[in-house]
């Protein structure tokens, strides 16, 4: 019987097509982690973290100490 097989073809094309395979994940990657972030973005905070409690925030505006207005702004 005569051997049709190309072993040598056959092993080239297998180590080409993992490398392509890694690259496919590698260029993938970026896709995951912003689908990712949108899953995490768009998920509802958690009850006992955000509370039903408004945020209150204060600012007070004193005088700077040495200026009497008229030095500068």
Do not use: W
Not at 2 to 11: F, G, H
Not at 41 to 56: E, F, T, Y
Request: charged residues 20%; hydrophobic residues 40%; aromatic residues 6%.
């Amino acid at each position: 019987m005569t051997n049709t097989a190309n072993t040598e073809y056959r092993d080239e094309s297998q180590g080409r097509s993992f490398v392509e395979h890694l690259i496919f994940v590698a260029l993938l990657l970026p896709t995951f982690v912003v689908l990712a972030a949108a899953v995490v973005s768009l998920a509802r905070p958690d009850p006992s973290i955000a509370g039903d409690k408004p945020m209150v925030t204060a600012a007070a505006c004193e005088p700077c100490a040495g200026q009497d207005g008229d030095d500068g702004p």
